[in-house]
């Protein structure tokens, strides 16, 4: 998350957390999970009361456990294939929490259920995203590549629903919606054309005497 700020946050601003963690002898995989946890709560019990603004900050707040457990797991040599697996599932929740809540949110308070449905979309476009690279290297494959990073969804939503707290201008959130769902589809296009094209040249490097596929 926020992989773009990683050297200056995760070098400068929280290396004195990172490092009071580690004295007190707490896990990267425990600061993964409260982090989690504070995501989710400020997502769903703040952003469904139209509690915006306050809803963004506890989750930024919380969205910064992901560079500190990361920081840890490198410094104290507790890197392990376990943590990256803990790491990429609670960030899934994380951000099902996240566009959950503005689902909710559309649902109630901002009453407006063509973007329950808009929401709901980015939520799932989202999954598949993520998913889609994974399942692709699960299978010896490539699937990076495309325009809806997790990191630029995360933080263009949160940035965009803040100000349109700030601001009362809805329609900032709004864009950001369709935006994402532009995004969301085109990325998930775009990476099954692309594992499609490597699974096509190794089955024409194992059966070289088949048809090509249409």
Known sequence: MLDRFKAFW??????????????????PDTVTLVGTLGVAAGALVFLPQGELLIGVLVITAFVFSDLIDGQMARKTGRTSKFGAFWDSTLDRLGDGAVFGGLVLYFAGPGDYYLYVCVTLYCLVLGSVTSYARARAES??????????ERADRLVAILVMTGLSA?????????????ALAAANTYTVVFRILKVRRQALAEDAMAHPEAPPAT
């Open 166 to 178: 700030i601001f009362d201008l809805p329609v900032l959130m709004y864009v950001t919606l369709w």
């Open 10 to 27: 995760g070098g400068v601003v929280l290396a004195p957390f990172v490092n009071l963690f580690i004295r007190l002898g707490i896990s």
């Open 139 to 148: 299978l010896g494959m490539d699937a990076k590549g495309g325009i809806a």
